[in-house]
């Protein structure tokens, strides 16, 4: 037995199945969740779980339930694997005290993972999450064997946030509008979805019971959509959509079968959602997404908020304010109307509806907001390093600075989350580690492909000028 520090990362606590992720660490982790309810005078709202498709995410889940019962805590179970947001809306619609995803999102398949779901139906806010930290166990302490399995309800919780997304969006719209669709499922819980709601018109891909992910991250970035971007370029599709381990996180591909990221996804869906439904409110991005989200909300009238990267910090606005639309690089997206959480599922629909009602190609939209809010490309490269290398780099950056990269003065530097050298081309570059991986991420923006590549590989090469 391996007892190691428990910390929360981004999003939630997230190792390596058999070596840190355990039966008696995640076990420490939910006595220290019911710790915290009981704390909180919520243990009687109970707790909601839920899990993926990984190895033995069922077998996590159940073990969690086990402890919490064992603590007098009630638990409602999933019947099966299902999306995070789905988790996230279940936690709101059982006015539970928490909810609990077992999933380790997009992180490789050797990995699990631990996430915290508030009862508002988002992701537990950063002072919530550190509270729970703080009431975990050294040791895992002694539980029976066999909880009482009153306590325990196992509930078709993915059948009723289907239903959900029935009422949200319509479906009528999408069927009838003769797109053809493929969903790249990526092995993960999102799988099956959007075949259940719009039949034969979906095409679906890597959408088996496969655990190991054919050994690749299920994370719908370019470099794992291999099998998308071919059978788009192959077969004639309309609109490719990918989602993650845990559904959500979301990536679109075009008719062409070139890739629409995050960045061009949310500068859609402010367009959409303010000139087509009528919607208004706030632009919220993190810290590494596009700023053609600022030249569209000067154009409209929309204020924008910049937060730290993790969409912890994005639902706050949600929760405080009024927003259109918030999200983040990495492919979380949240509207108006829905609940406070990322969902690639509901995500992906709104995008087919925009299709099917604006009578338009995908790529034919995303070359308007090119014209009208940019040209701005973005590019993101994620270098596994060694501690030592990482934490040099940071501090040089720290102490000395970057006067120029790739050839072009720095004119300003900001620290939100990370380092953003802001070049006097208008382009510029994010460098900023991980908080979930041993990885150093580089993000950047430019006026051309070729120069947010250039930036990256920039920023790649020094780091391998940094010590060993």
Sequence with gaps: MRSVPIRFGTDGWRAVIAADFTFDNVGRLAW?????????????RGVVIGYDTRFLSE????????????????????DGFLPTPALSWATHHYEAGLG???????????????????????????????????????????WPENPPQDRIRVEPLRARFLELLRERVDLEAIRSSGLRVVHDA???????????????????LRAAYNPGFDREAPEPIEPHLGPLLKLMREEGYD???ATDGDADRIALVDERGHLVDSHKILALLVRYLYEHRGLRGDIVKTFSTTHMLERMGAHYGLRVHTTPIGFKYVVRHFLEGDVLVGG????????????????????????????AKLRLRLSALVEALQRDFGPLYNRRLDVHTTEAQKRAL?????????????????????????????LEDGGWLLIRPSGTEPVLRFYSEASSPERAQELVQAGAQLLERAPC
Aim: negative net charge; charged residues 20%; proline residues 7%.
């Design 59 to 78: 077998r996590f889940a159940q073990h969690v339930a086990a402890v919490l019962a064992t603590r007098g805590i009630p638990v409602i179970l999933s």
């Design 32 to 44: 220290g969740t019911a710790r915290w309810l009981e704390s909180q005078g919520l243990a009687s």
């Design 239 to 241: 609109v490719g959509l």
């Design 186 to 204: 990526m092995y993960g819980a999102g799988q099956g979805a959007l075949r259940a709601l719009l039949g034969p018109m979906v095409q679906e």
């Design 100 to 142: 609990v995803m077992i999933t380790a999102s997009h992180n490789p398949p050797e990995y699990n993972g631990y996430k915290l779901k508030a009862s508002f139906g988002g992701p537990a806010l950063p002072e919530t999450v550190a509270a729970v930290e703080a009431c975990i166990p050294d040791e895992p302490p002694d």
């Design 328 to 355: 983040e690089e990495s492919g979380g997206l949240a509207i108006k109307g829905h609940i406070p959480e990322r969902d690639g599922i509901f995500i992906g629909l709104i995008v087919l509806e925009m299709l």
């Design 394 to 422: 940071l501090e040089r950056i720290r102490t000395e600075g970057l006067p120029a990269i790739a050839g072009v003065r720095v004119r300003e530097v900001q620290d939100l989350d990370g380092y953003k050298h802001l």
